[in-house]
């Protein structure tokens, strides 16, 4: 069974820091993605990474993958409130683009 | 552009009901297709997912089933709700055939009574 894993769970950062999140996988894949989700709101798609070695940028947020390590990473640059939410990653397990989810990191930034 | 439509957004069943939600996809051809479920303050768990009409796998086994009646539809359904049926319930789609992003609705909250 594929097994996603991502830490911390929870985080808690004041505006400015700077911060990583991590996400594990079990299983061989070059396609992960990261995804934010506002409280009691639907999933909005961040990053696609495709292949070894991918990087990408969008704001104060970088997200990286190293598939040989089984390991992406999302790191949060002089954080902003605005981005307080709940970040997902997702690996994609085969053909068929079926999705398996990490846990999820809870990110609030503190002014 | 493409989109993507969940309805209803919001639902309260009593146990032992019957339940239906619909997902529709505009302006794309033969997506791939997916049912989600997120329990309150935890991660997402993939239902169904479907690549073309009348094609469904299912992830998990529950009193839960999905059917896709048109290329761009796809239907989740029960024929009597459980307690642990609630939860919010995520539709997505994706291109067919090819490594890409999901793209997801805005969801609809089901309260079991």
């Known amino acids: 069974e594929l097994k996603v894993e991502q830490n911390p769970l929870f985080l808690s950062m004041q505006e400015g820091k700077n911060y990583t999140i991590y996400c594990n996988y079990s299983t061989t894949s070059d396609r992960l993605y990261w995804y934010r989700q506002d409280p009691g709101k639907s999933l909005e798609s961040l990053f696609v990474?495709?292949?070894?070695?991918a990087v990408k940028q969008e704001g104060r947020l970088m997200a990286s993958l190293d598939t040989k390590a089984r390991l992406s990473t999302l790191h949060i640059t002089a954080a902003v409130h605005d981005l307080s939410a709940t970040y997902f990653c997702a690996v994609d397990r085969s053909t068929g683009n079926q999705f398996y989810f990490g846990t999820g990191t809870s990110l609030t930034v503190i002014p | 552009s493409q989109t993507i439509h969940q309805w209803p957004a919001t639902l309260v069943q009593p146990v032992g009901s019957p339940l239906s939600l619909e997902c529709t996809v505009e302006?794309?051809?033969?997506?791939?297709l997916y049912w989600y479920r997120q329990a309150a303050g935890r991660g997402l768990q993939l239902l169904f997912y479907s690549v073309g009409i009348g094609q469904i796998s299912s992830e998990v086994p529950q009193n839960l089933s999905a059917s896709r009646p048109q290329d761009r539809q796809f239907i989740l359904s029960s024929k009597k709700l459980l307690l642990s049926d609630s939860g919010f319930y995520l539709c997505a789609w994706s291109v067919g055939g090819k490594a890409s992003t999901q793209h997801f609705g805005d969801g609809t909250r089901l309260s079991i009574l």
């Open positions: 302006g794309t051809s033969n997506p791939n």
């Open positions: 990474l495709l292949s070894n070695g």
